[in-house]
């Protein structure tokens, strides 16, 4: 039985990786460095593509922010919605894949992505139907061909 339950959580922690990146917290410095550069006001709307625990929203959601984080990991969607609880009036949680989701008119997206699909989220971005100024903030990694506005230690904000 401990096995079965060892081998569903090495599966729902691993498979992300075919799809984005796998579940690596955003460490404090990083995430204050982030919200710093999204610059997002009260009533504006934040996506976290692979939201893992929660945090980012949760820290975003406190300055009255609407935020929706995507996740696969059905593990780390309960973990977030717990860690989310007291801000639920601002963030939903989605048990989704977001290159199958279609997204809201959001001012600002952040994202831990691999490198070898920042091309496909440029295209993603750049194909909304409504394109509203938004902002990406990318732990780590540059997309492709796209000059960033501005970098923080190792974090890049794009304007779309």
């Known amino acids: 039985m401990l096995a079965a339950i060892l081998i569903v959580i090495l599966i729902c922690f691993s ?4 799809f984005g990146a796998p ?3 955003t460490l404090k410095k990083e995430k204050l460095a982030a919200i710093e550069l999204l610059d ?5 709307l934040l996506l976290e593509l692979g939201s893992g625990d ?5 820290e975003m959601a406190k300055k009255e922010v609407f935020c929706v984080g995507y996740e696969l990991n059905p593990i780390l969607v309960l973990i977030s919605r717990l860690i ?4 639920r009036k601002f963030v939903t949680i989605k048990w989704a894949n977001f290159w ?3 997204f809201p008119d959001a001012n600002g997206i952040y ?21 509203v100024p938004l ?3 990318s732990y780590a990694f540059k997309v492709p061909k796209k000059k960033y506005v501005q970098k923080k230690g190792a974090l890049f904000l794009y304007q779309y």
Do not use: A, H, S
């Open 40 to 44: 997002l006001k009260k009533g504006e």
């Open 84 to 87: 989310c609880w007291p801000q």
């Open 100 to 102: 199958t989701e279609e």
């Open 135 to 137: 902002k990406l903030v």
């Open 111 to 131: 994202v831990f992505l691999l490198d070898r699909y920042m091309e496909k989220l440029n295209k993603k971005i750049l194909n909304r139907e409504k394109k």
């Open 54 to 58: 929660g945090r980012m929203l949760k």
């Open 15 to 18: 498979i992300v990786i075919f």
């Open 23 to 25: 579940y690596l917290p």
